[in-house]
């Protein structure tokens, strides 16, 4: 199924010369199971995952354009299509027709909220992920960007982070943290007692997971 992003409400902001422009969508929301996995494709910006308690998961996409006009950027976040499909036990969500070029630097700013139990793919382009609170498996990739996972200890089993060009970081394992990096990283902890497993990778930049 396709959604258009209809902008809900707008807000202006300011500055000089120049004004920036911030949209707010309608949000998107999807029944879900206890067995259920969600799988996301987010293409360029700022996505935080958080948990929730509820059966559903929730989308909420904020627009923010740095320049141009009211009109061109609801024009751009109006172009946003958000293709949702569930087959096979699995939520899938896609996010595109993001404008690459003459976009006023436009930034897309999601929120995804997630039951808690439930595992979760993330495949996402540019940007800055994070991702807080969640007990399933967690797998992500990010093209280029900074990702920050903090994670149940005692829910997780295994914990798994590289990065191609970049930092990689698992911060509370203890002495049962391994990693090794020349241009490149990677690190790694086996030592939990849980059933999640926690995967990070990053083609460029950081990539931190947090056992809390």
Same mark, same amino acid.
């Given at each position: 199924?396709?959604?258009?992003? &209809?902008?809900?409400?707008? &807000?202006?902001?300011?500055?000089?010369?120049?004004?920036? +422009?911030?949209?707010?969508?309608?949000?998107?929301?999807?029944?879900?199971? &206890?067995?259920?996995?969600?799988?996301? @494709?987010?293409?360029?910006?700022?996505?935080?995952?958080?948990?929730?308690?509820?059966?559903?998961?929730?989308?909420?996409? /904020? +627009?923010?354009?740095?320049?141009?006009?009211? @009109?061109?950027? $609801?024009?751009?976040?109006? =172009?946003?299509?958000?293709?949702?499909?569930?087959?096979?036990?699995?939520?899938?969500? /896609?996010?595109?027709?993001?404008?690459?070029? *003459? *976009?006023?630097?436009?930034?897309?700013?999601?929120?995804?909220?997630?039951? =808690?139990?439930?595992?979760?793919?993330? $495949?996402?382009?540019?940007?800055?992920? %994070?991702?807080?609170?969640? @007990?399933?498996?967690? %797998?992500? %990739?990010?093209?280029?960007g900074d990702a920050d996972i903090r994670a149940s200890r005692t829910q997780a089993s295994h914990v798994s982070v590289d990065t191609g060009i970049g930092d990689a970081e698992i911060r509370g394992g203890g002495s049962g943290t391994r990693s090794r990096g020349f241009i490149g990283s990677h690190a790694m902890w086996t030592d939990g007692d849980g059933r999640s497993a926690v =995967?990070?990778?990053?083609?460029?930049?950081?990539?931190?997971?947090?056992? $809390?």
């Amino acid at each position: 199924m396709k959604f258009a992003l &209809a902008v809900a409400a707008f &807000a202006v902001l300011a500055t000089a010369p120049a004004r920036a +422009v911030t949209l707010t969508t309608d949000p998107h929301t999807f029944p879900v199971t &206890a067995k259920h996995r969600v799988h996301i @494709e987010f293409p360029v910006g700022t996505l935080k995952i958080i948990p929730t308690d509820e059966s559903t998961v929730r989308f909420d996409i /904020k +627009v923010h354009c740095h320049s141009g006009t009211d @009109e061109r950027c $609801e024009e751009m976040a109006n =172009r946003l299509i958000l293709d949702s499909d569930d087959t096979g036990g699995t939520l899938n969500l /896609k996010l595109h027709k993001y404008p690459h070029w *003459n *976009n006023h630097g436009m930034n897309i700013i999601g929120t995804l909220s997630v039951p =808690r139990a439930l595992a979760l793919d993330v $495949e996402m382009g540019v940007g800055e992920l %994070d991702i807080a609170g969640l @007990e399933g498996d967690i %797998d992500v %990739d990010l093209g280029v960007g900074d990702a920050d996972i903090r994670a149940s200890r005692t829910q997780a089993s295994h914990v798994s982070v590289d990065t191609g060009i970049g930092d990689a970081e698992i911060r509370g394992g203890g002495s049962g943290t391994r990693s090794r990096g020349f241009i490149g990283s990677h690190a790694m902890w086996t030592d939990g007692d849980g059933r999640s497993a926690v =995967r990070l990778h990053v083609g460029v930049g950081e990539g931190t997971v947090r056992l $809390e």
